[in-house]
Nanobody, 118 residues
């Protein structure tokens, strides 16, 4: 079992920045991949960014350059730095971790709301 707790969401003006944190209940290097997804009202959940166990990062094409995923093994935390935020970035942001053993299992956090508005 893995528990993921997101934090750092909130209200920010267009052009502003936020850093989301995802604290995991176990060693994040045990995950085959960890990442961030988001879901806006009336839309499906979509990929934002992922980071593999070996540190390879992947981003949604539309977000690359504004968002950066990183991790801190000492804190068992995955981060999402979001810059130049736009109103269309408004969504609930979810942390995800995939554990490869004994069976491939996905875990999700409860989500954190990000609202970009003036």
């Amino acid at each position: 079992q893995v528990h993921l707790v997101e934090s750092g969401g909130g209200l920010v003006q267009p052009g502003g920045s936020l850093r989301l944190s995802c604290a995991a209940s176990r060693n994040i290097f045990s995950f085959s991949v960890a990442g961030w997804y988001r879901q806006a009202p009336g839309k499906e959940r979509e990929l934002v960014a992922t980071i593999s166990g070996s540190g390879i990062t992947n981003y949604a094409a539309s977000l690359k350059g504004r968002f950066t995923i990183s991790r801190d093994g000492a804190k068992n935390t995955v981060y999402l730095q979001m810059n130049s935020l736009k109103p269309e970035d408004t969504a609930v942001y979810y942390c995800n971790a995939q554990v490869p053993w004994p069976t491939v299992t996905d875990y999700w956090g409860q989500g954190t709301q990000v609202t970009v508005s003036s």
